[in-house]
């Protein structure tokens, strides 16, 4: 009870996480998304220090190489990481940490923050469903949804190793899913 302050939030691509997360960050003040590094380029909705700090494949490295990254991984060509420093700031602000990232990501963090990180696999209730939201999305290519559906598959089997799961199927029973987990395991 009340134990943990790392929230890890993952699913395949398009199975709800980003829905989930606004939900819980408009929900619980003491609750911060961490902003992660990436090398891919920006979306027209997405800004600097919100959605991510942009940077270059150099600057990423760099990163990588001063040992900044409490985790990271490459997402279809594109580099992905947590910093340690974003996890530090939000700790010391007396807050939990809410993250977004892949799979891998996620049991990264778990080895990193054994007994501080609780993983919620965001699941779709099918894999057509899956495909109709992304179409409905439509930030990506049919070629880009394809090659996300591939990658469902190993993210499904995966999702044995988190701490819970949650069948994404009508979005407010999932809010109170999400809202169950929370109250059970932390202070927010
Ligand atoms: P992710 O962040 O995991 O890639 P999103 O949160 O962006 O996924 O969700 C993918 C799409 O599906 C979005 O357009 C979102 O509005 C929609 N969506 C999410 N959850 C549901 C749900 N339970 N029912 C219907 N549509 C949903
Ligand atoms: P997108 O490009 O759609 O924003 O994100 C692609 C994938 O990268 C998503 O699964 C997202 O959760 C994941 N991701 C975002 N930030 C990180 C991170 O810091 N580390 C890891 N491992 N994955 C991340």
């Known amino acids: 009870m009340y134990n943990k302050n790392l929230i890890v939030l993952s699913s395949p691509s398009g199975g709800g996480k980003s829905t989930i997360a606004k939900y819980l960050l408009k929900n619980y003040p003491h609750l911060k998304f961490s902003v992660s590094c990436t090398t891919r380029i920006q979306r027209p909705k997405e800004s600097e220090g919100l959605d991510y700090y942009f940077v270059s494949k150099a600057e990423f490295e760099n990163k990588i190489n001063k040992n900044e990254f409490a985790e990271y991984e490459e997402f279809f060509g594109n580099m992905y990481g947590t910093l340690k420093s974003e996890i530090n700031n939000i700790i010391n602000e007396g807050k939990c940490v809410l993250f977004d990232v892949d799979v891998k990501g996620a049991l990264s963090l778990k080895m990193a923050y054994p007994d501080d990180a609780l993983l919620v696999f965001i699941a779709p209730p099918s894999k057509e469903i899956l495909e109709q939201r992304l179409k409905n999305r439509g930030t990506e290519t049919q070629e880009q949804i394809d090659k996300r559906l591939e990658r469902a598959d190993l993210e499904m089997k995966m999702s044995k ?24 395991n932390f202070v927010l």
């Open 161 to 184: 190793q988190f701490d819970s799961i949650i069948i994404n199927d009508i979005l407010e029973n999932s809010f109170n899913e999400i809202d169950k987990i929370a109250n059970e």
